[in-house]
């Protein structure tokens, strides 16, 4: 069963690569961090605060890119539209 920290970021669809390269830690460092909390073994209140951060900026940055693609499919929508006189 996992703990909290892994159950956030797996609910988020990041993988521990992506949150070791958003923190500036290994994979293994994540994976370590995810297998203390798991066995009871606890984490530091500053390793949490930056675990949970981490996952909400690639949200962010996520939603961001979603986003843009969003504004140019629409703004390619019109051009298609004007173009063909609609």
């Known amino acids: 069963m996992d703990g909290p920290l ?3 970021r797996k609910t988020a669809g990041i993988t521990q690569s992506e949150l070791a390269r958003e923190i500036g830690v290994s994979q293994k460092s994540i994976s370590q961090t995810e297998r203390r ?3 009871g073994l606890g ?3 500053d390793t949490h605060a930056r675990y949970l951060a981490a996952i909400e900026a690639i949200g962010k940055s996520r939603r ?6 969003g ?3 629409i703004a ?3 051009q298609l539209l004007a ?3 609609l």
């Open 37 to 39: 909390e798991r066995l």
């Open 83 to 85: 173009a063909a006189g």
């Open 64 to 69: 961001a890119v979603v986003a843009e693609a």
């Open 6 to 8: 892994a159950v956030e």
């Open 71 to 73: 504004r140019v499919l």
């Open 43 to 45: 984490v530091r209140a």
């Open 76 to 78: 390619e929508g019109e």
